[in-house]
């Protein structure tokens, strides 16, 4: 599950589009999720937005 992304706690999947979109396309940002019963990171970059 994602709780973060770019220094935002996100609890769903609305909050993660919105901490999505205020990034710029192409930026390299930090995601923060659990898996099993630990909390991990890693950074991604982001792809730009598709019309639809």
Same mark, same amino acid.
């Given at each position: 599950?994602? #709780?973060? &992304? ?5 609890? $769903? %999947?609305?909050? &993660?589009? %919105? @901490? *999505?979109?205020?990034? *710029? *396309?192409? %930026? =390299?940002?930090?995601? =923060?999720?659990?898996?099993? /019963?630990?909390?991990? /990171?890693? $950074?991604? =970059? &982001? +792809? @730009? *937005? #598709? %019309? +639809?």
């Amino acid at each position: 599950m994602i #709780t973060g &992304l770019g220094g935002r706690s996100v609890t $769903d %999947a609305s909050e &993660l589009t %919105a @901490a *999505a979109r205020e990034q *710029a *396309a192409g %930026a =390299t940002v930090k995601i =923060t999720y659990v898996r099993g /019963s630990q909390e991990q /990171s890693t $950074d991604v =970059t &982001l +792809g @730009a *937005a #598709t %019309a +639809g």
